[in-house]
């Protein structure tokens, strides 16, 4: 692989939706990225776009993130680059839909859900930290669902919190990095849709209005924290 000195940044969850949206932007400014998702057509066809956008390197990586293996060829991508400027946890999973009440949620699903949104993100970052240069930043995607207790969002929300609370921890413990816990707010993806079937979702925002407020926290000197996308953007 050719040295090159752009920035690189992993993104998780980018065949679709905000994540994608997010590598749309980062490749148009030459940035390096490895991105992932579950469905290797989606991926494949996310993965031709930014090539086509942007002047730095794209590799595409199918997989799911709660897999070990999968997680190891993130890594040896980012060990081609050499070090890691941004790392982006956007991968999740809503769990059953229409989602259930907690009294009545199946707990091998909720395992899975945890899985994916709680424990991979961590799993995923102690993997790269090696890469992670101090000033680094880490995005991690949550939701007012981890702060707000709403009907039928047990399951979906309390996995949110549990990474909201997670990812206050890791920036206590490191300083040298910037450690972001973001909700992106509503937005019309296909995961919104799985949460609300059957109901007209088309007068939320696409994703692409939640990345300006991303962008803010990655090229600007933001303290570690909890921030709301759509807000970041009302500052002056």
Same mark, same amino acid.
């Given at each position: 692989?050719?040295?090159?000195?752009?920035r690189t940044?992993?993104?998780?969850?980018?065949?679709r939706?905000?994540?994608?949206a997010l590598?749309?932007?980062?490749?148009?400014?030459?940035?390096?990225?490895?991105?992932?998702?579950?469905?290797?057509?989606?991926?494949?066809?996310a993965?031709?776009?930014?090539?086509c956008?942007g002047?730095?390197?794209?590799?595409?990586?199918?997989?799911?993130?709660t897999?070990?293996?999968?997680?190891?060829?993130?890594?040896?991508?980012?060990q081609?680059?050499?070090?890691?400027?941004?790392?982006?946890?956007?991968?999740?999973?809503?769990g059953?839909?229409p989602q259930?009440?907690?009294?009545?949620?199946? /707990?091998?699903?909720?395992?899975?859900?945890y899985?994916?949104?709680v424990?991979?993100? /961590?799993a995923?970052?102690?993997a790269?930290?090696?890469?992670?240069?101090?000033?680094?930043?880490?995005?991690?995607?949550?939701?007012?669902?981890?702060?707000?207790?709403?009907e039928?969002?047990g399951?979906?929300?309390?996995?949110?919190?549990?990474?909201?609370?997670?990812?206050?921890?890791l920036?206590?413990e490191?300083?040298?990095?910037?450690?972001?816990?973001?909700d992106?707010?509503?937005?019309?993806?296909?995961?919104h849709?799985?949460?609300?079937?059957?109901?007209?979702i088309?007068d939320?925002?696409?994703p692409?209005?939640?990345?300006?407020?991303?962008?803010?926290?990655?090229?600007?000197i933001?303290?570690?924290?909890?921030?709301?996308?759509?807000? /970041?953007l009302?500052?002056?």
């Amino acid at each position: 692989m050719p040295t090159t000195q752009a920035r690189t940044a992993v993104i998780t969850g980018a065949s679709r939706g905000l994540g994608l949206a997010l590598a749309r932007h980062l490749a148009r400014e030459g940035w390096n990225l490895i991105i992932d998702a579950r469905g290797a057509d989606a991926l494949e066809e996310a993965r031709a776009e930014l090539v086509c956008a942007g002047i730095g390197h794209v590799v595409a990586l199918a997989g799911d993130v709660t897999n070990a293996s999968h997680r190891q060829a993130i890594e040896s991508a980012v060990q081609e680059f050499g070090s890691l400027d941004l790392l982006v946890n956007n991968a999740s999973i809503l769990g059953p839909s229409p989602q259930p009440f907690l009294l009545a949620y199946p /707990l091998e699903t909720l395992e899975q859900v945890y899985r994916t949104n709680v424990i991979a993100p /961590l799993a995923l970052t102690q993997a790269l930290q090696q890469y992670l240069q101090p000033g680094a930043v880490v995005i991690n995607i949550t939701s007012d669902a981890g702060v707000e207790a709403y009907e039928g969002w047990g399951g979906y929300g309390s996995s949110k919190a549990a990474l909201e609370q997670l990812s206050h921890i890791l920036a206590a413990e490191n300083s040298q990095l910037r450690v972001y816990w973001v909700d992106p707010g509503d937005m019309r993806t296909q995961m919104h849709q799985e949460a609300f079937p059957g109901e007209d979702i088309s007068d939320r925002p696409l994703p692409e209005e939640s990345v300006p407020g991303l962008l803010k926290l990655i090229e600007g000197i933001y303290p570690s924290g909890r921030y709301q996308a759509q807000a /970041l953007l009302k500052e002056v």
